[in-house]
């Protein structure tokens, strides 16, 4: 059974301060990592899709690596409108389109 | 495009009553989904469909029911609604499944069974 879990569950940055987030994940045959925002009240907005071990993809303040077992979404000089959740998802080889979900990380970052 | 459109996006149902959650995609899309959301936790796929007139059940269907008569629509049929049906619902879609095609999500619908 495919399982992705995120952390820290919460994470509260000042403007400018880096930090990072964690996917840790286990799966079958990895087809796709991705990474979605998703804002109070709205449906989750694609970042980036990650296929293989040392990929690494870039969005302005963002950027998403991966590894055999986990990827990280590191933050750059945030800014309060960074703040959201930040949900991360696996596709399993099979599977059909269907993605994996963690339970996300709720990042707030304060001026 | 108006890309994932879910109506209502609210709503308030009794123990017992019965709705429907209509979804619509105008990008063509083959795949169509049902997620639902609980708080603090991650989406679970409820009902999927890989084009009109072929539907599966994803990882949560029970109390569910799905169809695909068109590829433009993907209704989400509660039937005898529960409290444990209480959520948001999202519906979502993509071309294919193939890598650097990612799945386009709808506004949310916000359930509540009381």
């Known amino acids: 059974e495919d399982q992705v879990t995120q952390s820290p569950e919460a994470l509260r940055l000042q403007e400018g301060e880096s930090s990072s987030l964690n996917c840790s994940y286990t799966?079958?045959?990895?087809?796709?990592l991705f990474w979605y925002r998703q804002d109070p009240g709205k449906g989750p907005e694609f970042l980036f899709t990650l296929y293989s071990a040392g990929e690494e993809k870039e969005k302005e303040r963002l950027k998403a690596t991966l590894t055999k077992k986990e990827s990280f979404l590191h933050i750059t000089a945030p800014k309060p409108e960074d703040s959201a959740t930040y949900l991360c998802?696996?596709?399993?080889?099979?599977?059909?389109?269907?993605?994996?979900f963690g339970q996300g990380t709720i990042l707030t970052v304060h001026p | 495009n108006a890309g994932v459109t879910q109506t209502p996006k609210f709503r308030i149902l009794k123990i017992g009553q019965s709705m429907t959650l209509q979804c619509t995609q105008d990008?063509?899309?083959?795949?169509m989904y049902w997620y639902r959301q609980d708080p603090g936790m991650g989406l679970k796929l409820i009902y999927y469909s890989v084009g009109a007139g072929i539907t599966d059940k994803g990882e949560v269907p029970n109390g569910y029911n799905v169809s695909r008569s068109t590829t433009e629509d993907f209704p989400l049929r509660l039937e005898l609604a529960a409290p444990s049906q209480t959520s948001v619902y999202f519906c979502a879609s993509s071309y294919s499944t193939a890598p650097g095609d990612y799945i386009y999500f709808g506004e949310g619908s916000w359930l509540t069974v009381v």
């Open positions: 799966v079958s045959g990895l087809r796709g």
């Open positions: 998802a696996v596709q399993e080889g099979t599977s059909y389109g269907k993605l994996t």
């Open positions: 990008m063509n899309h083959n795949y």
